[in-house]
C-alpha cells in the first residue's frame, strides 16, 4: 500500500507540471492516495459512485507505475478532448470525479479503463490509428467499459462485496490500528485484483463485446464516422498484428469483431462523413 501511496504523490507532481494549462488534470485526480477502507453492515451494499472513483485512482496509479505518463500538454489536451467528447455522448456521460484521459509509454498498442472514468491509451498504439475518427471509437469502447460499470462489476462478483472504500482520512478515529490495517489489506487485494484485470487479462469476452457496440454508438453521436475501428482492425489484420493476444485475448476474433462492427454500424445507421481536417489534426498532433 505504501509503495502506491508514493506512486500517487510522484503522478500527482508530474501530471500538474505537465497539465498545468489544461482544465482536465489528471494529476489531480490521481493525487490523493486511499488509505482506509470501512466495512460496511451489509454485504450486499453497492459500491458508490465516489467509492468507484477512489477504486479508480489507485488502479490509475498501478497503470502509471507501470507505463510512464507521456508529458506532452498539446497531446493531453487533444486526447481529453476527442475522449470528453465520445464520453458526452454515451449513457453515462459524467462520473463523480469526470473523465481524465492520458498518453502512457509503451511498446504494446493497448488501451486501459479504470473504474471511474480512467482512460490511458500508448505511444504504441497511437502510432497505429491513422486518424481522429479512428481514435473516437478507439476511446469509445474504453468509455463503454467505465459506463457499463465493468471493473466494479468485477470487484462485486468477488470475495470483497462487503467492503467499502474511503478516502484518506476518512477511517480514522473510526477504527483501531490493527482494524485499519486489516481492511487496508483486504483494499489493496481489491485493488491488484482489479488492476490485473484491467492491465493484463482484460475483461470479459461478453463485456467487449458490448464495449465494441457501445463504442461505434458514441463516436457516431459525437460526429464522427464509427467504420474506423473497422479500418483499424483490417489495417492492424494485415499487418499481422495479432489484436487477440495478451490484454486483448478476451476480445472476440478480429474477423468476427469486424463482422459484428459492421452489421451494427450498417443496422444502426451510424456512418457518418470523415473530415479531413480530423485526420490531418491527428496526425499532427498524435503522431508528431
Same mark, same amino acid.
Given at each position: 500500500?505504501?509503495?502506491?501511496?508514493?506512486?500517487?504523490? =510522484?503522478?500527482?507532481?508530474?501530471?500538474?507540471?505537465?497539465?498545468?494549462? #489544461?482544465?482536465? $488534470?489528471? &494529476?489531480?485526480?490521481?493525487?490523493?492516495?486511499?488509505?482506509? @477502507?470501512?466495512?460496511?453492515?451489509?454485504?450486499?451494499?453497492?459500491?458508490?459512485?465516489?467509492?468507484?472513483?477512489?477504486?479508480?485512482?489507485?488502479?490509475?496509479?498501478?497503470?502509471? /507505475?507501470?507505463?510512464?505518463?507521456?508529458?506532452?500538454?498539446?497531446?493531453?489536451?487533444?486526447?481529453?478532448?476527442? %475522449? !470528453?467528447?465520445?464520453?458526452?455522448?454515451?449513457?453515462?456521460?459524467?462520473?463523480?470525479?469526470?473523465? #481524465?484521459? +492520458?498518453?502512457?509509454?509503451?511498446?504494446?498498442?493497448?488501451?486501459?479503463?479504470?473504474?471511474?472514468?480512467?482512460?490511458?491509451?500508448?505511444?504504441?498504439?497511437?502510432?497505429?490509428?491513422?486518424?481522429?475518427?479512428?481514435?473516437?471509437?478507439? !476511446?469509445? #469502447?474504453?468509455?463503454? #467499459?467505465?459506463?457499463?460499470? /465493468? +471493473? *466494479?462489476?468485477? *470487484?462485486?462478483?468477488?470475495?470483497?462485496?462487503?467492503?467499502?472504500?474511503?478516502?484518506?482520512?476518512?477511517?480514522?478515529?473510526?477504527?483501531?490500528?490493527?482494524?485499519?490495517?486489516? !481492511?487496508? &489489506?483486504?483494499?489493496?487485494?481489491? *485493488?491488484?485484483? =482489479?488492476?490485473?484485470? =484491467?492491465?493484463?487479462?482484460?475483461?470479459?469476452?461478453?463485456?467487449?463485446?458490448?464495449?465494441?457496440?457501445?463504442?461505434?454508438?458514441?463516436?457516431?453521436?459525437?460526429?464522427?464516422?464509427?467504420?474506423?475501428?473497422?479500418?483499424?482492425?483490417?489495417?492492424?489484420?494485415?499487418? %499481422?498484428?495479432?489484436?487477440?493476444?495478451?490484454?486483448?485475448?478476451?476480445?472476440?476474433?478480429?474477423?468476427?469483431?469486424?463482422?459484428? !462492427?459492421?452489421?451494427?454500424?450498417?443496422?444502426?445507421?451510424?456512418?457518418?462523413?470523415? @473530415? $479531413?481536417?480530423?485526420?490531418?489534426?491527428?496526425?499532427? *498532433?498524435?503522431?508528431?
Amino acid at each position: 500500500m505504501k509503495k502506491y501511496i508514493i506512486i500517487l504523490f =510522484v503522478a500527482l507532481a508530474s501530471l500538474m507540471a505537465v497539465n498545468a494549462a #489544461h482544465a482536465i $488534470d489528471i &494529476g489531480s485526480a490521481i493525487g490523493t492516495a486511499i488509505t482506509g @477502507a470501512q466495512k460496511v453492515a451489509e454485504a450486499s451494499k453497492d459500491i458508490t459512485p465516489s467509492e468507484e472513483h477512489y477504486i479508480g485512482r489507485s488502479i490509475a496509479a498501478m497503470v502509471i /507505475d507501470r507505463y510512464p505518463l507521456v508529458q506532452d500538454p498539446a497531446l493531453t489536451k487533444y486526447i481529453n478532448n476527442v %475522449g !470528453l467528447l465520445v464520453a458526452y455522448n454515451s449513457e453515462r456521460p459524467e462520473t463523480y470525479g469526470g473523465y #481524465h484521459f +492520458g498518453v502512457v509509454q509503451s511498446s504494446e498498442a493497448n488501451a486501459f479503463a479504470c473504474p471511474g472514468g480512467f482512460i490511458f491509451v500508448t505511444t504504441a498504439l497511437l502510432k497505429e490509428v491513422g486518424s481522429e475518427d479512428q481514435l473516437s471509437a478507439i !476511446l469509445g #469502447h474504453e468509455v463503454a #467499459h467505465v459506463a457499463h460499470r /465493468d +471493473g *466494479i462489476n468485477a *470487484i462485486k462478483k468477488s470475495k470483497w462485496t462487503d467492503l467499502g472504500f474511503y478516502a484518506a482520512g476518512e477511517a480514522a478515529g473510526k477504527f483501531s490500528p490493527n482494524e485499519v490495517k486489516e !481492511l487496508t &489489506g483486504a483494499f489493496t487485494s481489491v *485493488i491488484s485484483d =482489479v488492476g490485473k484485470k =484491467v492491465i493484463e487479462s482484460g475483461y470479459s469476452q461478453s463485456d467487449e463485446k458490448k464495449a465494441d457496440s457501445a463504442g461505434v454508438r458514441y463516436a457516431s453521436a459525437a460526429g464522427y464516422d464509427p467504420n474506423g475501428i473497422v479500418a483499424f482492425l483490417q489495417a492492424e489484420a494485415e499487418k %499481422g498484428i495479432d489484436t487477440n493476444r495478451g490484454p486483448f485475448a478476451s476480445h472476440p476474433k478480429t474477423d468476427t469483431r469486424i463482422k459484428e !462492427l459492421k452489421a451494427e454500424i450498417e443496422k444502426e445507421n451510424l456512418s457518418r462523413q470523415v @473530415a $479531413d481536417v480530423r485526420t490531418n489534426r491527428y496526425k499532427a *498532433i498524435a503522431r508528431r
